[in-house]
């Protein structure tokens, strides 16, 4: 149902060529070919997902890019000194369903360099609509949290789009959220 955003969300990262890139809640790696391409072969990509399960099924994905790593990690206690500088991080979809987002937004935006951009697609529900209800039993997400509040709170300069879709499909309206690190 997103893949067709994918392209456009990591084009918003606006990644050079040798450029490190982090992949927040990773995933099975639907993103992690996207970034191999955009960072070329000196560049660098860093898959992070708290699932071992999942960091499987990425494995197979990414197993003839060698500039993709994949890291099992909780988000809210990675630290510079286990990545290394990053210039971009993505996140799609894991916002709204990992635990303790507002700690993993500080975690990640302390990885990030100056100049650095932290690119959301996600999914918010401004009101209720039946398809809400299945997504959270589903997916176990919460379409109700803000993250542009909490990096705007942490010095970022944030630029919100919303998406195309229909709330009656994915529950809220898809957006693309671009925080800037001064």
């Given amino acids: 149902m997103y893949r067709d955003y994918r392209p456009g969300v990591v084009a918003a990262m ?3 060529p040798g450029g490190r890139a982090l992949d927040l809640a990773c995933g099975t790696g639907p993103n992690l070919p996207l970034l191999a391409a955009a960072v070329g072969p000196a560049g660098h990509v860093l898959g992070v997902d708290f699932s071992g399960g999942m960091l499987t ?7 003839e890019l060698p500039q993709v790593a994949l890291l ?27 635990p303790d987002p507002e700690a ?15 690119v959301i697609f996600d ?6 609509v039946p398809a809400s209800s299945w997504i ?17 709170g ?12 229909s709330p009656h ?13 001064p």
């Fill in 14 to 16: 606006a990644l050079e």
């Fill in 57 to 63: 099924r990425a494995r197979r994905r990414v197993a």
């Fill in 72 to 98: 099992q990690h909780d988000a809210r206690t990675l630290t510079s000194a286990e990545v290394g500088p990053i210039d971009a991080i993505i996140s799609t979809l894991g916002l709204s369903v990992i």
């Fill in 104 to 118: 993993v937004l500080a975690a990640m935006w302390a990885l990030l360099a100056p100049g650095g951009r932290f």
């Fill in 123 to 128: 999914v918010y529900a401004e009101r209720w």
């Fill in 136 to 152: 959270k039993l589903i997916a176990q997400a919460d379409l109700y949290r803000r993250p542009w509040e909490v990096l705007e």
């Fill in 154 to 165: 942490l010095g970022a300069t944030v630029e919100r789009e919303w998406l195309a879709g």
């Fill in 169 to 181: 499909i994915h529950g809220g309206r898809p957006y693309l959220l671009v925080a800037r690190k």
